[in-house]
Nanobody, 115 residues
Framework: QVQVAESGGGLVQPGGSLRLSCAASGSTLSINFMAWYRQAPGKQRELVATLASGGNTNYGDSVKGRFTISRDGPKNTMYLQMNSLKPEDTAVYYC?????????WGQGTQVTVSS
């Protein structure tokens, strides 16, 4: 079984930074894809960034140039460095991990950008 847990959310002022972490534990030998999604109140879940096992990354248009996705392979931990945060970045951020043909979601961590 695989467990996925996010951490690092919180309240930050516009223009500030936060780093989210996603730790995967359990049967994680074959992680082949990891991603961050977010969902704001009343909106659909939105793709934020993806990281494939080969190192390729992709970002949603709204976060390009401000957010950076990375991974610490030996620790099976993924990060999302978020800079120049805006109020519209306020959402619950979810970690998504694909292992073989299975996929797993974390419970989410709240990010609030407000003065």
């Amino acid at each position: 079984q695989v467990q996925v847990a996010e951490s690092g959310g919180g309240l930050v002022q516009p223009g500030g930074s936060l780093r989210l972490s996603c730790a995967a534990s359990g049967s994680t030998l074959s992680i082949n894809f990891m991603a961050w999604y977010r969902q704001a109140p009343g909106k659909q879940r939105e793709l934020v960034a993806t990281l494939a096992s080969g190192g390729n990354t992709n970002y949603g248009d709204s976060v390009k140039g401000r957010f950076t996705i990375s991974r610490d392979g030996p620790k099976n931990t993924m990060y999302l460095q978020m800079n120049s945060l805006k109020p519209e970045d306020t959402a619950v951020y979810y970690c998504y991990v694909r292992i073989g043909v299975g996929y797993y979601w974390g419970q989410g961590t709240q990010v609030t950008v407000s003065s």
